[in-house]
């Protein structure tokens, strides 16, 4: 999978950026604060992801304008498609491929796939579980249709939920809990499977993230992936029926794979909390690298690799590793300096200056 060609309307500070995109290796240069993590972030939305900035759709938008329009060529083995997304501060965005409506835009991800390096990743060692929650349901829904629609049928499930224990306001009537059986049954249905997906996922990833660890930071240490999921140790069911209580008192669903964490254990030791901080680097990019593997394997597609400013924030030794491991797929890496590794060899370099794309 290549993108050709990318077109981006009133999005972030890029009024109107159009560029062709190298099959290879291309390197965007320019200054802090004008539009390379902007540009970086427009191609991963191809992939149907969330912003992995976190970003909300009214930051995604031009200031002063209430849509922002991203736009790609793609080209799949010799086909093309045409990518359009609509990101509207007034409505529902709206997204298509080759004029056609995609119902969810997690569907885009048929087309496009996409795997985004950050200098925020130590947060998928370091930050809450719902950052490690996100890591690994988008990555298994990149290949996994009926993933992504049951994930969809989980969260609209919780909110229902949560808005009945809300409105209880701490009581527990007969009403609420005839409406509570109702919704737990759907709930159970649909975390079984969510949880057996990850626990699957997790099988066949966590070597190549123990092997990835072990090139990028040059030692041994073993590294293990294993999901907390304290309900599946009983069943769903009757941790609700234990939890009922003090749910109805807090208003929540308090149990369920929403509230699950991906335990990553360095020397057998938990590395959010015990590992160095150049020993969760190393752990965190070994997770990307791992993520471009499962996608590579599964759908038989090199994802698109999106490097953020990646190089600034590690030691030469780590970085001459992190290129050694890195795949021979399309690569859009960014640096405001310009400078990058040895090993790293750019077909092509797009200069931007305040979201304007200037010839380098």
Same mark, same amino acid.
């Given at each position: 999978?290549?993108?050709?060609? %990318?077109?981006?309307?009133?999005?972030?500070?890029?009024?109107?950026?159009?560029?062709?995109?190298?099959? &290879?290796?291309?390197?965007?240069? /320019?200054?802090?604060?004008? #539009?390379?993590?902007?540009?970086?972030?427009? =191609?991963? %939305? %191809?992939?149907? *992801?969330?912003?992995?900035?976190?970003?909300?759709?009214?930051?995604?938008?031009?200031?002063?304008?209430?849509?922002?329009?991203?736009?790609?060529?793609?080209?799949? !083995?010799? @086909?093309?498609?045409?990518?359009?997304?609509?990101?509207?501060?007034? #409505?529902?965005?709206?997204?298509?491929?080759?004029? !056609?409506?995609?119902? @969810?835009?997690?569907?885009?991800?048929?087309?496009?796939?996409?795997?985004?390096?950050?200098?925020?990743?130590?947060?998928?060692?370091? /930050?809450?579980?719902?950052?490690?929650?996100?890591?690994? $349901? $988008?990555?298994?829904?990149?290949?996994?249709?009926?993933?992504?629609?049951?994930?969809?049928?989980?969260?609209?499930?919780?909110?229902?939920?949560?808005?009945?224990?809300?409105?209880?306001?701490?009581?527990?009537? &007969?009403?609420?809990?005839?409406?509570?059986?109702?919704?737990?049954?759907?709930?159970?249905?649909?975390?079984?499977?969510? #949880?057996?997906?990850?626990?699957?996922?997790?099988? !066949?990833? /966590?070597?190549?993230?123990?092997?990835?660890?072990?090139?990028?930071?040059?030692?041994?240490?073993?590294?293990?992936?294993?999901?907390?999921?304290?309900?599946?140790?009983?069943?769903? *069911?009757?941790?609700?029926?234990?939890?009922?209580?003090?749910?109805?008192?807090?208003?929540?669903? =308090?149990?369920?794979?929403?509230?699950?964490?991906?335990?990553?254990? =360095?020397? +057998?030791?938990?590395?959010?909390?015990?590992?160095?901080?150049?020993?969760?680097?190393?752990?965190?990019?070994? %997770?990307? =690298? *791992?993520?471009?593997?499962?996608?590579?394997?599964?759908? /038989?597609?090199?994802?698109?690799?999106?490097?953020?400013?990646?190089? +600034?924030?590690?030691?030469?030794?780590?970085?001459?590793?992190?290129?050694?491991?890195?795949? &021979?797929?399309?690569?859009?890496?960014?640096?405001?300096?310009?400078?990058?590794?040895?090993?790293? &060899?750019?077909?092509?370099?797009?200069?931007?200056?305040?979201? !304007?794309?200037? *010839?380098?």
């Amino acid at each position: 999978m290549i993108i050709k060609r %990318l077109w981006l309307t009133n999005f972030r500070n890029h009024h109107e950026t159009d560029v062709e995109l190298n099959d &290879n290796t291309t390197l965007v240069v /320019g200054l802090n604060g004008h #539009g390379k993590t902007n540009l970086i972030e427009g =191609l991963y %939305l %191809l992939s149907g *992801a969330r912003s992995f900035r976190g970003a909300k759709v009214d930051a995604l938008v031009r200031s002063g304008h209430t849509s922002a329009y991203i736009r790609a060529e793609v080209e799949n !083995q010799s @086909r093309t498609s045409l990518i359009e997304i609509e990101l509207t501060t007034q #409505g529902r965005s709206k997204a298509q491929v080759n004029k !056609q409506k995609v119902k @969810r835009f997690r569907d885009l991800g048929d087309t496009v796939r996409a795997v985004v390096f950050s200098p925020d990743d130590l947060e998928l060692i370091k /930050g809450p579980p719902a950052i490690r929650r996100s890591l690994l $349901d $988008d990555t298994i829904a990149i290949t996994n249709p009926e993933f992504r629609a049951v994930r969809t049928d989980l969260d609209h499930i919780l909110r229902q939920r949560n808005n009945l224990l809300k409105q209880a306001k701490g009581r527990l009537s &007969n009403d609420l809990e005839t409406s509570l059986t109702i919704w737990n049954e759907q709930l159970v249905n649909a975390a079984e499977l969510i #949880g057996d997906t990850r626990e699957e996922f997790i099988h !066949q990833f /966590g070597p190549s993230v123990a092997d990835f660890y072990q090139q990028v930071a040059g030692r041994n240490d073993p590294v293990t992936l294993n999901i907390e999921a304290e309900w599946r140790h009983t069943g769903l *069911a009757e941790a609700l029926v234990r939890s009922q209580d003090d749910e109805v008192r807090r208003g929540m669903t =308090l149990v369920g794979p929403h509230r699950d964490d991906l335990l990553m254990l =360095l020397n +057998s030791l938990p590395s959010r909390s015990h590992a160095s901080q150049g020993e969760q680097r190393s752990l965190a990019l070994a %997770l990307r =690298l *791992a993520t471009y593997l499962y996608i590579e394997k599964v759908s /038989g597609d090199q994802p698109l690799v999106l490097l953020d400013d990646v190089f +600034s924030e590690l030691d030469e030794t780590r970085a001459r590793r992190l290129v050694e491991c890195l795949p &021979n797929s399309q690569i859009v890496l960014t640096s405001a300096t310009g400078t990058v590794p040895e090993g790293v &060899n750019p077909s092509q370099t797009l200069s931007l200056e305040e979201g !304007q794309v200037c *010839a380098p």
